[in-house]
């Protein structure tokens, strides 16, 4: 098995993703700046929340779950023409959708916007449906994008797709600068638009260049699209479930005082920024290999590269936990405290980062684990385990949001992310006889270790830097920061080579 290779993969995805995460959070200080914790962003969050859904749903879900498969399966066997006939019309049927979907949403905006903030005032309820509609044709450009990057990933073609991340960030955060201050939050929407569009062009120049680009056609029919449609509804009504969760966290949030829906919305990004950077990118890597693994029914190689993956994701996943638990609030303060995001509200969002923090392991793993079954192309099991963990979510954010308002939302979260991974391994342990949990006690149990100790260390540094620091000023912000995720980085490095560093250099295929 070539783990030096698939570590080789996740390295190239992971500065990628790092990079446009890092842009993505630029964007959002920009945000921060222009518009903090106030109506104008409530209302951004909930206008802007259904396009970049339905996007990620609809078309990310279904490629990533579905398609890739079957893209694999065409590369493997060096059918690039007839693969191109499959993308062209892939493209014909995706746009015909698209132009029915848009007009509908168009039309009934005001009532999607009532259905996810059913307690907004007039002020944040016209925002969002202003909002809402001139971020629509978002959608088209993304799904197209999401296609591409299916294509992409089932050539072994993983820094590409991060090209396009890269300038989505880059054009949406330069967008809102200039132009936040006379057009308002609407410049946020338009935003998304334009930055979609040219996430699209970078990534289908190079679908040109492999010769893989659209050749018009009026068909609207292939036998091998047609017989992975019956596994598409599942996968979208799974996806769509999993989309639940933050729209059940608005529903209840929509309820709670002006600036908290924003505090969520904030806390809950940086809580993905480790997510996007490793998770995401091993799963990303890792699927189109579970996937010929499958075609040449590899059971054994299916085992050891899902067990990579989940070890993986612990070695990087469990020290990310442990760190936004213990320094959340100098986080908070250097990436969003200036213009209108005021302290009150950094007090806020650091509240909320604490207890997402403690869902990062399930998230990630979850990430890893539903690719098995889309690789066996089993698309019903993933719907019925979202199906259990969004009415768990639902019944405990009930009681959750009562007592403890936006933080019950965030703790209710968390709550039904390890639910969904319990409940996903169990399947996985007893349907495929893999991944068993001894095999991967030596990395849990010394990942926690050198974390905890790590957790201790930030916790003394950060409060003594707190004293002797002039934090007032964002040059010592940043130094504050720098030097504590320095320290922990040392510290948790260290500490994990003398207590796993043959399970270490495994996964670093050395």
């Not at 779950?65 to 007839?82: C, E």
């Not at 509908?104 to 009532?114: C, H, Q, S």
């Not at 100790?453 to 004293?467: D, F, P, Q």
Request: with cysteine.
């Amino acid at each position: 098995m070539d783990f030096k290779a698939l570590f080789r993969n996740v390295g190239i995805v992971t500065i990628g993703v790092m990079l446009s995460r890092i842009l993505g959070f630029g964007r959002e200080m920009v945000i921060a700046n222009r518009f903090g914790a106030s109506a104008a962003k409530d209302a951004f969050d909930i206008g802007s929340y259904l396009p970049i859904t339905f996007s990620t749903l609809l078309v990310a879900g279904v490629f990533s779950a579905v398609f890739i498969p079957l893209f694999t399966k065409y590369i493997y066997n060096n059918k690039k023409d007839q693969l191109q006939e499959i993308i062209s019309i892939l493209i014909n049927q995706f746009t015909l959708l698209m132009i029915v979907v848009l007009v509908v949403f168009y039309i009934f905006a005001p009532a999607l916007i009532r259905i996810q903030a059913p307690f907004f005032d007039a002020y944040r309820f016209d925002k969002a449906v202003m909002v809402f509609r001139t971020s629509l044709p978002s959608i088209f450009f993304l799904g197209i994008a999401a296609m591409a990057t299916g294509v992409l990933n089932s050539m072994k073609m993983f820094g590409v797709p991060t090209l396009g991340g890269i300038l989505f960030n880059a054009l949406t955060m330069t967008f809102i600068f200039f132009f936040a201050p006379t057009m308002g939050i609407k410049s946020a929407a338009l935003a998304l638009v334009i930055g979609s569009a040219g996430q699209l062009f970078i990534q289908y120049i190079w679908i040109i260049k492999h010769r893989l680009g659209y050749k018009f056609t009026f068909k609207l029919y292939h036998p091998s699209i047609s017989e992975v449609y019956v596994l598409i509804l599942p996968v979208v009504l799974g996806s769509g479930i999993n989309y639940l969760a933050p729209f059940i966290e608005r529903f209840f949030g929509s309820s709670l005082p002006e600036g908290m829906i924003s505090s969520l919305t904030y806390s809950f990004k940086v809580s993905q920024f480790p997510i996007g950077i490793f998770a995401l990118a091993v799963s990303s890597v890792v699927f189109p290999l579970l996937s010929e693994n499958v075609i040449c029914a590899d059971r054994k190689a299916l085992e050891k590269n899902l067990r990579w993956a989940v070890q993986f994701v612990l070695f990087i996943i469990v020290p990310a936990t442990f760190a936004l638990i213990a320094i959340p609030f100098p986080i908070v303060r250097l990436l969003f405290e200036r213009g209108e995001f005021t302290p009150e509200a950094t007090v806020m969002t650091t509240n909320a980062l604490r207890i997402y923090a403690l869902a990062l392991i399930p998230w990630s793993i979850t990430a890893v684990l539903v690719r098995t079954f889309y690789s066996n192309r089993d698309t019903r099991t993933p719907v019925f385990v979202a199906l259990v963990t969004i009415v768990v979510l639902f019944v405990v954010d009930i009681f959750l949001v009562r007592a403890y308002q936006y933080q019950g939302l965030a703790a209710g979260s968390v709550i039904a992310a390890y639910v969904n991974v319990i409940i996903l391994w169990v399947i996985i342990r007893n349907r495929y006889q893999c991944i068993r949990l001894s095999s991967l006690a030596r990395t849990f149990f010394s990942t926690v270790l050198a974390s905890l100790i790590m957790c201790a260390l930030l916790i003394v540094s950060c409060s003594y830097l707190e004293k002797t620091l002039n934090l007032s000023l964002v040059v010592n912000q940043i130094l504050q920061v720098g030097l504590l995720m320095m320290l922990g980085l040392l510290t948790y490095g260290c500490i994990i080579w003398i207590l796993d560093r043959k399970e270490l250099r495994e996964v670093m295929g050395r």
